[in-house]
């Protein structure tokens, strides 16, 4: 019952949200806030509506599957959206959306609360001991407390020394500042709570510390966007200040990477699921082993593995991944063109996989390796990711796993689809990756950090629509696959 409740209170604030923050950015006439202030309510909108309800509903539903990372995710999140929806219930003037706002306020800080209550710390602890960067994030958490808060207190004690109001006081026109009061009062002494809490090795140090991690970085990105917001209106924030917060920004994000990419797959972990997805970074080659893709590359530097259950006949799941339109999620999509973007390389065509993943994957060069029809297939090839404009190359079969000229990495993936009963398929994939030399280890080394999360995100959105379409075309009359 409280995992539905979890489900059904994210749901709630995904519904009031959306029309919410569409409202702000589309007709800002909306907010009677002084002029200084309109820019931080864009922000706000911006980075909710395009970051913060999109990861809230991502990871709701890997919630639902006990996943270990989106509870954490999930966690992180409500943290963000319970300090945005505060200061919009209690710092901006009355609008139409007020009971909204209160609304949301509520929804998001119950959700959080709810949600701690059931999250079993010794079990993340468990699950990211050992790998977790401790001492850098602890070290990040209490930077973040000691700095933001010396920044703050210097302009309340300063005012009171002098006798005046503080200057954000003024520029906002308001009583007094929310975000101090958030901060000082609440945020910054759980940071630095959680910092302590971490390096002592205690279970709620590691639990408060991903969630934290998770709301640094977004409330990072929305002052960022408030700054750019607030330049577009004629209010231009100094550099140094814009600087300290997008670096405070791009470190919370890489240690939120490298803190959640350190926790154990469910398979592993105290909480077992259905759906799990694993990323083993860098290591000393790991021996793997037990199905066809060990014929090929036993070893690897990077392994990801996905894994759902789909209640339909193996030959018709095997069927739909192998014909399967990744540009069909818009996201996958976005996560294209966001690479091309940052790389320099050339945008990827409209129809880019039209004709069903495995023709266009092998358009591109990789190769089939094996293939055990309605099963299981393997497909290989030699490619530098770190290039804008990235080509592969196909070895045959025979030569793929000796394969070792320098400069390159081996990758090999796979669809497998394995019957659990007469309409229970499990469906499988999972990549492999391997530098044939320590260069090309490096250079995907710092690939994998930039654009690691999106290559994980795309598995993580392929496998729900699979199952879906696979669902639908068993269940559907007249079609294959009908019983």
């Not at 290591?283 to 894994?307: C, K, M, Y």
């Not at 654009?451 to 007249?478: K, T």
């Amino acid at each position: 019952m409280k995992r539905i409740s979890e489900v059904w209170l994210s749901a709630l604030i995904v519904v009031l949200a959306v029309p919410a923050h569409l409202t702000g950015l589309l007709v800002p006439s909306v907010y009677r806030d002084p002029a200084a202030v309109l820019p931080q309510n864009l922000g706000t909108d911006l980075v909710t509506l395009c970051v913060g309800i999109p990861l809230l509903a991502l990871t709701t539903v890997a919630l639902r599957r006990r996943s270990v990372r989106a509870r954490v995710l999930w966690l992180g999140a409500l943290g963000y959206l319970a300090y945005a929806y505060g200061m919009y219930a209690l710092g901006v003037r009355w609008n139409p959306f007020f009971l909204v706002y209160v609304a949301l306020f509520g929804l998001s800080l119950f959700a959080l609360i709810i949600g701690l209550v059931e999250t079993d710390a010794d079990a993340i602890r468990a699950s990211v001991a050992g790998r977790a960067p401790v001492r850098s994030v602890a070290t990040y958490l209490m930077l973040i407390a000691v700095l933001v808060a010396a920044i703050w207190l210097a302009e309340e004690v300063g005012a009171l020394l002098r006798g005046t109001v503080p200057p954000s006081v003024l520029q906002f026109e308001a009583p007094t500042s929310i975000v101090h009061v958030f901060d000082l009062g609440i945020v910054l002494p759980t940071m630095a709570l959680a910092a302590v809490m971490l390096l002592r090795g205690r279970p709620w140090g590691y639990v408060l510390a991903g969630v934290l991690l998770v709301k640094a970085t977004t409330i990072g990105l929305w002052v960022l966007a408030m700054v750019w917001f607030s330049a577009r209106r004629g209010f231009r924030a100094p550099v140094a200040y814009t600087a300290f917060f997008a670096l405070l920004t791009g470190i919370g994000a890489m240690l939120t990477w490298r803190f959640l990419t350190a926790l154990d797959s469910p398979e592993r972990s105290p909480c077992r699921a259905r759906y799990w997805w694993e990323v083993t970074h860098m290591t000393s080659a790991t021996a793997l082993g037990g199905r066809l893709i060990d014929r090929f590359l036993p070893q690897a530097d990077v392994r990801e593995r996905h894994e759902t259950l789909v209640r339909a006949r193996p030959d018709v799941v095997f069927d739909v991944a192998w014909n399967f339109d990744l540009w069909s999620i818009p996201l996958v999509r976005a996560i294209f063109w966001l690479r091309a973007t940052f790389l320099g390389a050339a945008k990827p065509p409209r129809d880019l996989f039209s004709r069903g993943l495995v023709a266009e994957t092998t358009a591109m060069g990789w190769g089939m390796l094996t293939h055990r029809p309605g099963r299981e297939l393997v497909m290989g090839a030699v490619t530098r990711p770190w290039v804008p404009n990235v080509t592969f190359t196909p070895i045959v079969p025979e030569r793929f796993a000796t394969f070792s000229e320098p400069d390159v990495v081996k990758i090999i993936w796979t669809l497998e689809a394995d019957p659990l009963g007469p309409a229970l398929t499990r469906f499988r994939t999972e990549t492999r990756v391997l530098a044939t030399d320590d260069g090309a280890r490096r250079k995907f080394g710092r690939y994998w950090r930039t654009f690691g999360a999106g290559i994980v995100l795309i598995r993580w959105l392929l496998l729900p629509a699979l199952r879906r379409e696979a669902e639908r075309r068993y269940r559907a009359p007249g079609r294959p696959g009908t019983d």
